[in-house]
């Protein structure tokens, strides 16, 4: 069954952006190898025509936070995320390789060697022309600023002109027209705006998704890493808007809030946990207060009661003989798996906390409520359910930069 062409395309552009690839490439790509169509061929399933053992070694990346089951290869969004990051690894490893971007004959080359024919140029181009009209109407259907959607590709065949780009990040100069570079726009954390089928936190209402399971509160924590490239744009975002910001909600709400948070008794239950997680106390405390109103019988991770199997994402945590349990596996075994986070200057802190809400925000070029209501750097604008953006709603909560900058001015501690 043909799928329709213009969804096809908005669901290109939201995985193309989200994962750093040109979206007219995933577009071209689908036409070419399917039509754009949901049907399969044999063993190849799907717009993309992907083998079960390709999906199976694809379908899960820690980094971009996808998480999808085998039988997803039958959801043809699923199939867009999927191929997205397919040919973003095809991309990174074609640079590594050659120390220049590939066009895009060279990108799918990368992908699929056996693709080669005399006619496979001429195949891609015709790909790529067919669908070239739909990018412009798809990227101002799903997104604030469309320009950062790149250029349509009018030559497959010529190579990328910027050696040594990075995927996720603007080359100097600009990719070009003929080259398959990342837009540079690359946003984190859970899919933006509700997109994928199957993901996790969508748009802004919640954490992501871990699987049931995992350690104890006396588990060993596992090592740091650095944090994602494609979340670099929105430190630097972050950490300009902490420099410019001021409160402008309710200063006794703000006030009352923070001080409770660093009350003594709480802040030694956080710190406790912090000496575990290496989650700085005073972040536990913040998503204590977003995710659960910092009431002590609720799990951080979604504010279900921790003495019970969670029923909300992520689901299936618990039960937990203590909140300090419940903490330790949120903080650890949940996305974003806050006991990884390396950078806890301001703008890193933020970044940390915003994947929370998911970077629906972010995709939409705006600053997250979840992180700045209650300050200047938030107007309005709010996800009032997965996937729903109402552009006029404003978020009455606190957030979270004006929490920890009040919470900071109470307790000379925090060396935020």
Same mark, same amino acid.
């Given at each position: 069954m043909a799928i329709d062409q213009a969804r096809f395309a908005q669901e290109c552009v939201r995985q193309g952006v989200?994962? /750093?690839?040109?979206?007219? %490439?995933?577009?071209? #790509?689908?036409? !070419?190898?399917? /039509?754009?169509?949901?049907?399969?061929?044999?063993?190849?399933?799907?717009?993309?025509?992907?083998?079960?053992?390709?999906?199976?070694?694809?379908?899960?990346?820690?980094?971009?936070?996808? @998480?999808?089951? $085998?039988?997803?290869? =039958?959801r043809w969004?699923? +199939?867009? *995320?999927?191929? *997205?990051?397919?040919?973003?690894?095809?991309?990174?490893?074609?640079?590594? =390789?050659?120390?220049?971007?590939?066009?895009?004959?060279?990108? %799918? !080359?990368?992908?699929?060697?056996?693709?080669?024919?005399s006619t496979l140029q001429a195949d891609l181009q015709k790909a790529l022309d067919d669908t070239a009209a739909l990018l412009e109407p798809a990227a101002q259907a799903v997104l604030d600023d469309p320009s950062i959607v790149p250029s349509a590709i009018t030559e497959a065949g010529t190579p990328g002109t910027q050696a040594g780009a990075v995927p996720g990040a603007p080359a100097q100069g600009g990719a070009g027209s003929g080259a398959a570079a990342p837009g540079g726009t690359g946003s984190a954390g859970a899919r933006p705006g509700g997109a994928g089928s199957g993901a996790a936190a969508s748009g802004g209402t919640g954490s992501a998704g871990a699987r049931p399971g995992g350690a104890g509160a006396g588990a060993a924590v596992p090592a740091a890493g650095p944090v994602p490239k494609r979340l670099v744009k929105l430190r630097e975002a972050n950490q300009n808007r902490w420099v410019n910001m001021q409160i402008t909600g309710s200063l006794q709400q703000i006030n009352n809030t923070a001080t409770r948070l660093v #009350?003594? #008794?709480?802040?030694?239950? %956080?710190?406790?946990?912090?000496?575990?997680?290496?989650? $700085?106390?005073?972040?536990?405390?913040?998503?204590?207060?977003?995710?659960?109103? +910092?009431?002590?019988?609720?799990n951080i991770a979604q504010g279900d009661p921790f003495d019970r199997v969670s029923t909300h994402v992520p689901k299936g945590r618990g039960p937990f003989a203590s909140w300090e349990d419940a903490a330790f596996d949120a903080?650890?075994?949940?996305?974003?798996?806050?006991?990884?986070?390396?950078?806890?200057? $301001?703008?890193?802190?933020?970044? !940390?906390?915003?994947?929370?809400?998911?970077?629906? %925000?972010?995709?939409? /070029?705006? $600053?997250?409520?979840?992180?700045?209501?209650?300050?200047? +750097?938030?107007?309005?604008?709010?996800?009032?359910? @997965?996937?729903?953006?109402?552009?006029?709603?404003? @978020?009455? +909560?606190?957030?979270?930069?004006?929490?920890?900058?009040?919470?900071?001015?109470? @307790?000379?501690s925090i060396n935020l």
């Open positions: 989200y994962i /750093g690839i040109n979206p007219h %490439y995933l577009s071209g #790509a689908a036409k !070419l190898r399917s /039509g754009i169509s949901d049907e399969n061929q044999g063993d190849l399933i799907g717009p993309f025509r992907l083998k079960q053992d390709v999906w199976n070694a694809n379908c899960k990346d820690t980094d971009f936070e996808l @998480d999808y089951e $085998p039988d997803d290869i =039958n969004r699923a +199939q867009c *995320a999927v191929y *997205a990051l397919m040919a973003f690894r095809a991309f990174e490893a074609f640079v590594e =390789n050659n120390g220049s971007n590939p066009g895009a004959l060279q990108l %799918y !080359l990368q992908q699929w060697p056996d693709a080669q024919s #009350a003594a #008794a709480a802040k030694a239950r %956080y710190q406790g946990v912090s000496a575990k997680t290496r989650v $700085p106390w005073f972040i536990i405390a913040v998503i204590h207060e977003r995710e659960a109103s +910092q009431r002590w019988n609720a903080l650890v075994n949940c996305d974003p798996k806050a006991a990884k986070w390396q950078d806890w200057s $301001p703008g890193g802190a933020l970044t !940390l906390l915003e994947l929370y809400n998911g970077l629906g %925000y972010y995709f939409r /070029g705006l $600053p997250s409520p979840y992180n700045w209501a209650s300050t200047n +750097q938030y107007a309005r604008g709010k996800f009032v359910r @997965d996937g729903v953006f109402d552009p006029n709603f404003v @978020d009455p +909560q606190l957030g979270c930069a004006a929490l920890l900058f009040r919470m900071k001015a109470i @307790d000379a």
